[in-house]
């Protein structure tokens, strides 16, 4: 059973728009949540983190929100540009956990259009 | 030059062949990890690594063994490899605040 679902594969959103991607766990033990960021023939590539002690975490274009009740996080980008383009993972980690295991979602492959 | 690097970039083998994945890094991290990613699916965890002596399976280690050859390098191996260890594979690394993980570009590997 997925521990880290990203339900939507896919978004397509127009240039300068709000991009809203969506993530969910199931896992009450996770505390610590990231967003990578993958463009073809590259290795994911850490975008923005969210410790569980906070609901909002921003970094220029970039914000990320947690829900611990509803066990939902959200990535937000603002304005979003066709070079945001990639597919996004989130993921997961239990901190107190099995460590080194970052559980990871199928992703969401974004569009965005000029 | 790239952080971590992979080698090589891509692979085609026939099943039964033993082969070898490699993957350096040059940001001084102890930690070292190996994933898969089948298409439509997130990476998975095969095995990591917190220092040279430190080897541990992940969530899917069957069919695979590692090697940490020092702290800047880490292999993984498929003993007798099978088709359904087609995937692309990634090498990641972390320092000790171990979340944030550094990938490398990756492999394909295809098994006939």
């Known amino acids: 059973d997925q521990q880290v679902k990203q339900n939507s594969p896919s978004l397509s959103v127009q240039e300068g728009r709000i991009s809203i991607l969506n993530c969910d766990y199931t896992n009450s033990m996770f505390d610590y949540f990231l967003w990578y960021k993958k463009y073809p023939a590259e290795g994911p590539t850490f975008l923005i983190s969210?410790?569980?002690?906070?609901d909002k975490n921003e970094d220029g274009r970039f914000t990320v929100f947690l829900n611990k009740s509803a066990k939902h996080l959200s990535l937000h980008i603002v304005p979003s540009q066709p070079g945001d383009s990639a597919v996004y993972f989130c993921a997961a980690s239990p901190r107190g956990g099995s460590q080194g295991n970052l559980i990871f979602g199928k992703g969401t492959k974004l569009s965005v259009k000029p | 030059d790239a952080d971590v690097t992979q080698t090589p970039r891509n692979r085609i083998t026939k099943t039964g062949k033993r082969i070898m994945l490699e993957c350096s890094q040059t940001?001084?991290?102890?930690?070292m990890y190996w994933y898969r990613q089948d298409p439509g699916l997130g990476l998975q965890l095969i095995y990591y690594?917190?220092?040279?002596?430190?080897?541990n399976k992940g969530e899917i280690s069957d069919g695979y063994s590692v090697s940490r050859q020092a702290q800047a390098k880490f292999s993984l191996s498929l003993e007798s490899a099978i088709p359904n260890q087609t995937a692309l594979y990634f090498c990641?690394?972390?320092?000790?605040?171990?979340?944030?993980?550094?990938f490398g570009p990756g492999t394909r590997l295809l098994v006939l």
């Open positions: 990641a690394t972390s320092d000790t605040g171990w979340e944030t993980q550094y």
């Open positions: 969210i410790s569980s002690i906070k």
């Open positions: 940001k001084g991290h102890d930690r």
């Open positions: 690594s917190f220092d040279v002596k430190d080897i």
